[in-house]
Antibody, heavy 117, light 110 residues
Framework: QVQLVQSGAEVKKPGASVKVSCKAS????????IHWVRQAPGQGLEWMGW????????KYSQRFQGRVTITRDTSASTAYMDLSSLGSEDTAVYYC??????????WGQGTLVTVSS | QSALTQPRSVSGSPGQSVTISCTGT?????????VSWYQQHPGKAPKLMIY???KRPSGVPDRFSGSKSGNTASLTISGLQAEDEADYYC??????????FGGGTKLTVL
């Protein structure tokens, strides 16, 4: 069965970077894009960007342009989301999701990133 | 991109129907038939309920239906049940390989 398993919770200081992983199983990794979506406490879902797992091309939300980098390791069937220059407003649960025709049928369990001094 | 506009909350009694709207622009909702809806219970990952405006993934009850008119998409839940109480989010393709979510709607089953 399709599974996306994310890395564990992180606590970071302001100004630091965080890298969250998303390991896929149960399907051919390079057949579907992986998107990243975040959700601040008590807030809604926010689209961050995505990676074409086949060729590595990426697209980011303008809101995160310059601060976010999404990569993948096809040999490990894993996608990564790196967010830099963290501020308190980046405290959120970060989700990866498998995308097909702009739909997310499979999601990771979420990774809580807490930014605190 | 600006978030799509959803009502902050809606409510209904068991057995009734409710409709949640999702308003965008001609650059997102109105421009493409790539609108999806997600249900999210507290502490859980979102679940796909509707895709391509009005299609249901297997396993989603036919009480859930979607539609679109112009720049506004809608999710209708008929025969409300207690377990439908959750947050609901719309999502649309917004061109140039980007997507945008709505702000979310809290559904309360009275």
């Amino acid at each position: 069965q399709v599974q996306l398993v994310q890395s564990g919770a992180e606590v970071k200081k302001p100004g630091a970077s965080v890298k969250v992983s998303c390991k896929a199983s149960g399907y051919t990794f390079t057949s579907y894009a992986i998107h990243w979506v975040r959700q601040a406490p008590g807030q809604g879902l926010e689209w961050m960007g995505w990676i074409h797992t086949g060729n590595g091309n990426t697209k980011y939300s303008q809101r995160f342009q310059g601060r976010v980098t999404i990569t993948r390791d096809t040999s490990a069937s894993t996608a990564y989301m790196d967010l830099s220059s963290l501020g308190s407003e980046d405290t959120a649960v970060y989700y990866c999701a498998r995308e097909f025709n702009c739909n997310y049928e499979y999601w990771g369990q979420g990774t809580l990133v807490t930014v605190s001094s | 991109q600006s978030a799509l506009t959803q009502p902050r909350s809606v409510s209904g009694s068991p057995g009734q129907s409710v409709t949640i709207s999702c308003t965008g622009t001609s650059s997102d909702v109105g421009g493409y038939n790539y609108v999806s809806w997600y249900q999210q219970h507290p502490g859980k990952a979102p679940k796909l309920m509707i895709y391509d405006v009005n299609k249901r993934p297997s396993g989603v009850p036919d009480r859930f239906s979607g539609s679109k008119s112009g720049n506004t998409a809608s999710l209708t839940i008929s025969g409300l049940q207690a377990e439908d109480e959750a947050d609901y989010y719309c999502c649309s393709y917004a061109g140039s390989y980007t997507l945008v979510f709505g702000g979310g709607t809290k559904l309360t089953v009275l």
